[in-house]
């Protein structure tokens, strides 16, 4: 997904079809999912699914402020990008021939990759209504991220400063930081699963909540997932982060 960040997006000249590092996402999923689907048992496949989704629709959000510029026809090429893998997430449960369970992985990354296309929508908005656009749209958004926002825009810094008074006017006091890296930073590590927003009735929606959540229902259930080797389990995907030649390495890095 790093290749999307180096993408001339401010000069690009037409809509077509889905980019190249769209491609690439889906030729590594492709590959990749058939053959995790037929090893793991579907407690764990359900716990790569939650991980997955805990990284890649916050990661692809992030990586949108990354870029120098966008267009509004980088932008409208960007949103058919989203809209993309977007599709190629939500296949992924078929892929690896396990869908019991899909139904919390799917909700999450619709809800993740909305985000995306939210913020695609405020960087296509006229000058004038931008600032209304992001409250809209982006309510939990941060004066920072607005900032940023009208850099993607290309509007120069003498042009953002009236905009900006505007917006702090119209806003509440907001305390947190913003979730977009600054420019020229390392992109922030997935979070782990046990930030990922729980659901009322796991059981029920297919989604796992947290690593403890985990180690209960694959003891509970019995399919060989004991509490040590699934312990295991996690440290080998958490490692697994750190190999240069891994399939899901690419996916992030290339």
Known sequence: MAAMTRVPWGTLESVGDQSGYVNGINMILSSSIPVLGSLLSPIYFQFFLDKLASSVGPRFYMNIFKCKQISETGAQQMLLDTQAVKTILLEIPSLGRQTSGAAGYSKFVSREMSKAEALLKVILSPVDSVADTY?????????????RILELKGLKKSDQQSILDDFNKGSPAISQPSSAAPVG???????????????SNPASAGFI???????????????????????RFLALTEAAKDRKDGPFRKLFNA
């Open 185 to 199: 930073q390392s992109m922030a590590p997935a979070p782990p699963a046990s930030t990922v927003p729980a659901i």
């Open 135 to 147: 409250r809209a749209l982006l309510p939990e958004g941060t004066p920072m991220e607005f900032q």
């Open 209 to 231: 909540a947290s690593r403890e959540d985990v180690l209960t229902r694959a003891a509970a259930l019995g399919r060989g997932a004991a509490t040590t080797g699934f312990k």
